[in-house]
């Protein structure tokens, strides 16, 4: 079996992929850069990586104050208050700290560790503080968007806590983004809420820039008739709808990836809404619902499909988080590099925490691809000691296919949200 099968194979056991790809480090050790957990490196980044000439060329016409990182998680348990002394209101699920779901418990034990998190009861104050830092860090006018989450709801608009896997409440996203000028945020609303329409009101009111959804985490069909007056809201509000597409593995939600079609998407484009799909939906298969035998088809394959129908030029665009993650296929990144006609509508995200979990991305195996040069190893490791942020942004900077880098418009993103 060759290294990438492998990688897949290992992604499928149980319902979460990231303890498959870490484990597969053990087997695949000489593609990974170095310890397997994120050092944490405190203190400011040190001169001479700010000096290096491959830190000025990936700055290199890039406007800091267009650079929103569109896909950013405002993580913590709802254990002590937050930064502001307040409680957050988010919630995790009692498994994710159990003994009894090992999966999960690494899971946790991995996202801590990946916002440097040494003290899981002050998690949500601790990770606002790293995140601060690692802002203050880069060039000003930076900013993160920070993904409010809703819970899991059932059919018939109920919350179901039993399948959800944490929640981040709008009203703590909007009040810490209000408190920081490099936050935005993005707020979270099922659709099958009754209260959807108003609480899409109030996130509008109080400064949301778009709306995420994770199909198959939360039980959403994109494509369902319950959806339509929602996307007609976000539409008069001309809101954004941030949505994933593609296998999901940070949430166990096996029985649900069929929500995560790319295809179902048509009913919100065909209605007027802007939506941005999360990862490129670069990660497993689907079926191919535009076909009569309904074979089953990568769900990226069904994605391009999307993305070269002339009709959706305008309102559909895509974020590239993720997609530097050991177990994306490179033929997919080879492809969003080379499409240089998708350029203008792909933008830069980071997924963070994700950057901090060693394990899932390497710069070896990028190398080993021809996708990053061997010079660019030692100057990107050592960045990610310091900031995990900086380390995922470098990296799709210096990221190429046959020469052909991402353009330098994925990464002016604040236009997207903004008119």
């Keep these: 079996m060759d290294r990438r099968r492998f990688v897949k194979s290992l992604t499928k056991v149980g319902a979460f992929g990231l303890a498959g790809v870490a484990a597969s480090s053990l087997a695949w050790y000489n593609y990974f850069d170095g310890p397997v957990f994120n050092p944490c490196m405190s203190g400011k980044l040190p001169q001479h990586l700010w000096d290096h000439e491959l830190m000025q060329l990936a700055f290199e016409n ?107 409440p709008n009203e703590y996203a909007a009040r810490i983004a209000g408190q920081f000028e490099h936050f935005e945020w993005i707020a979270s609303i099922h659709p099958y809420r009754e209260d959807a329409l108003e609480e899409l009101e109030w996130c509008a009111a109080h400064g949301a820039r778009a709306v995420k959804w994770l199909p198959p985490a939360m039980n959403i069909d994109p494509s369902s008739k319950r959806c339509e007056k929602f996307y007609d809201k976000l539409v008069s509000l001309n809101i ?44 497993g298969e689907n079926e191919d619902l535009d076909s009569k035998s309904r074979k089953m088809t990568s769900n990226f394959e069904l994605f391009s499909r999307l993305m070269n129908e002339p009709q959706y030029g305008n309102n559909l665009k895509a974020d590239i988080s993720a997609i530097n993650l050991f177990n994306r296929d490179i033929d997919e990144i080879r492809k969003l590099l080379k499409n240089q006609h998708w350029h203008s509508r792909l933008l830069y995200a980071s997924d963070f925490p994700l950057p901090g979990v060693i394990p899932i991305i390497s710069v070896k195996n990028l190398v080993s691809h021809g996708l990053l040069k061997p010079q660019q190893v030692s100057f990107l490791n050592e960045v990610r000691q310091y900031n995990s942020w900086l380390f995922d942004f470098l990296v799709k900077r210096f990221m190429a296919a046959d020469g052909v880098r991402f353009a330098d418009e994925c990464f002016a993103t604040r236009g997207h949200f903004v008119d």
């Design 62 to 168: 890039v406007d800091p104050t267009n650079l929103w990182d569109c896909h950013f998680h405002l993580i913590g348990n709802g254990l002590k208050p937050s930064i502001d002394s307040k409680p957050s209101g988010v919630w995790l699920s009692p498994n994710m700290s159990s003994y009894s779901s090992p999966l999960q418990r690494l899971q946790y034990s991995f996202y801590m560790n990946a916002g440097c998190i040494q003290e899981p009861e002050h998690a949500d104050k601790i990770y606002l503080q790293n995140i601060n830092r690692l802002n203050k860090q880069l060039p000003a006018g930076v900013r993160f968007m920070l993904l409010a989450f809703d819970y899991h709801y059932d059919d018939n608009g109920q919350v179901d806590r039993d399948m959800s896997t944490f929640y981040v």
């Design 240 to 283: 954004p709808l941030l949505t994933h597409a593609g296998e999901e593995k940070a949430v166990h939600s096996e029985e649900l990836q069929v929500l995560s079609n790319p295809l179902l998407l048509r009913k919100p484009l065909d209605r007027g809404v802007k939506v941005i799909v999360a990862h490129c939906a670069s990660l």
